[in-house]
């Protein structure tokens, strides 16, 4: 029982990594842009609505706190990783 469970969760975390990965990759292309325009990384306006448009596609409303926690360190990081390429750009 819990073995298959867990065996659930590593092919959910396969595909949440290769998600995860193509999100950053896309990321990159939006510092890009931001590079070319002189743009700041942190756009606080965008990130609340991609955290409101999230939580709609929930079907399991008791799962928005923690969806959106989830969002706001993965934003988080997102922007952590455009700073750091946008510093190897200079
Ligand atoms: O959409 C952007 O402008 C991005 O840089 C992407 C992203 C995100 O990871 O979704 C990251 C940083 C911004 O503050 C807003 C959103």
């Known amino acids: 029982m ?4 867990r065996q659930r969760i590593d092919q959910i975390d396969q595909e949440i990594v290769a ?6 990759e896309t ?7 931001k590079l070319d325009h002189d743009l700041p990384v942190l ?3 965008r990130e ?3 955290i409101e448009k999230v939580r709609g596609k929930l079907n399991n409303p008791e799962l928005a ?3 959106t926690e989830l969002y706001q360190t993965m934003m988080a990081q997102s922007r952590a990783y ?9």
């Open 65 to 67: 706190p923690y969806l």
């Open 82 to 90: 455009q700073s750091q390429w946008l510093d190897h750009q200079k």
């Open 43 to 45: 756009d606080a306006s």
């Open 2 to 5: 819990l073995e298959a469970e």
């Open 48 to 50: 609340h609505l991609v």
């Open 27 to 33: 990321v990159l292309q939006v510092a890009q842009y």
């Open 19 to 24: 998600l995860f990965e193509a999100r950053m």
